[in-house]
Structure formats: C-alpha cells, structure tokens
T-cell receptor, first 112, second 113 residues
Framework: QKEVEQNSGPLSVPEGAIASLNCTYSDRGSQSFFWYRQYSGKSPELIMSIYSNGDKEDGRFTAQLNKASQYVSLLIRDSQPSDSATYLCAVNPPGGGNKLTFGTGTQLKVEL | DGGITQSPKYLFRKEGQNVTLSCEQNLNHDAMYWYRQDPGQGLRLIYYSQIVNDFQKGDIAEGYSVSREKKESFPLTVTSAQKNPTAFYLC????????????FGDGTRLSIL
C-alpha cells in the first residue's frame, strides 16, 4: 500500500466550477499535511498547509482534513485555466523528523 | 529576496562522468533535501541533511553522493554508478520543526548525452 495516494487524473472541470482533489495516507499518527501546485516543467509551490481536523480556507483554496478517516482534500473554487497543474499532496509521517512523503499528484485541467 | 537557488538549470552527462548539481539557500534553514522526479511520477527522496556536517540516505541514494559543509549549501553529485540519471532534480529546504513545509528551488534537468 502506498503511503500517500492520489488519483492521477486528469481531473477536468469547467471554468468557474469547484475542483475537488483528494489524498489518503496510511500513517495514522501523521500531523502535518501540505498541498503543492506544480506547473508542467516547474518546481512545486506550496499553496496550503493544514494541521487540525476541519477546514482551512485561503482565498479560493480550502483544505480539508479528517484524521480519523486519514484523508485530506483540496477544494478550488471558481476554477480558472491558470489553475491547470498537477497538485501534490505531502504528509509528514510520525517519527520522520521533518521529512515529507509525497503522493504522485493529481493533474487538474480547467477547461474554457 | 530569500530563496533557494539551483544551478545549472540544464545539465548533460556523458557516459562514465560524475556531475555535481548546486543548491544554495539564504533562508537560514537547517534542513535541506534532494529529490528526483521522473515524468508522471511523484518526488523520491535521495538524501537529506538536518544539520551541517551530517546527512542521511533517502529512498534512492544509490549512485548519488552529497556534502553539507555549510548551512547554506547542499550539493548533489550524480556519479557514474547511477545508470539512469535522466530526471528532474529538486532541492528543498525547511526549518527543523516537523510542522513546517519544505520550499523548493527551480530544479535542474539532467540528461544523458
């Protein structure tokens, strides 16, 4: 079983819609969760961090964490073509110091 | 501006040659990391360092070597023992607190001539 799993996509949504990206993780004691956006040929860029159960909103982005079910999600409201990218979920597993385990990413395509 | 600088942006390696990728940060971060990314795949950890003069192997360290003589610098050498070096190499840094995210440089794309 992969430690951090994401659907590779592509996930296609129309412009203006809500994009929902999901991630599950295997280490129950994980405490820190991050979403990175990676445009094709570029390096990952941090867009959200979440540490507690519930929702965390930042502009058009909302991260949701459910530790009991071991999933973290990212919602993008009013999706724009510029949101088209691969979104990487990263988890800080217990006992891992400050290492992160990354999922393979979900490709999002926002269509006009 | 604070950040992480990787150089060169593109690098070509000949058979039997060692090449070194540079990573410098001015964020005053204690921890630094090297990842490899292959097309359509996630990031795989090569080496990491949490303090000067100390580093640990990641998941795919074979064929690579690193040094950490200064807090700001964490160069990666891709040796001739790495038979499939073509990939996108990413350097990252973070504070030493577990709750803090990693921040990435712009990457180096390595290809075989």
């Amino acid at each position: 079983q992969k430690e951090v799993e994401q659907n590779s996509g592509p996930l296609s949504v129309p412009e203006g819609a809500i994009a929902s990206l999901n991630c599950t993780y295997s280490d129950r004691g994980s405490q820190s969760f991050f979403w990175y956006r990676q445009y094709s040929g570029k390096s990952p860029e941090l867009i959200m961090s979440i540490y507690s159960n519930g929702d965390k909103e930042d502009g058009r982005f909302t991260a949701q964490l459910n530790k009991a079910s071991q999933y973290v999600s990212l919602l993008i409201r009013d999706s724009q073509p510029s949101d088209s990218a691969t979104y990487l979920c990263a988890v800080n597993p217990p006992g891992g110091g400050n290492k992160l385990t990354f999922g393979t990413g979900t490709q999002l395509k926002v269509e006009l | 501006d604070g950040g992480i600088t990787q150089s060169p942006k593109y690098l070509f390696r000949k058979e039997g040659q060692n090449v070194t990728l540079s990573c410098e940060q001015n964020l005053n971060h204690d921890a630094m990391y090297w990842y490899r990314q292959d097309p359509g795949q996630g990031l795989r950890l090569i080496y990491y360092s949490q303090i000067v003069n100390d580093f640990q192997k990641g998941d795919i360290a074979e064929g690579y070597s690193v040094s950490r003589e200064k807090k700001e610098s964490f160069p990666l050498t891709v040796t001739s023992a790495q038979k499939n070096p073509t990939a996108f190499y990413l350097c990252a840094s973070s504070t030493d607190r577990e709750t803090q995210p990693q921040h990435f440089g712009d990457g180096t794309r390595l290809s075989i001539l």
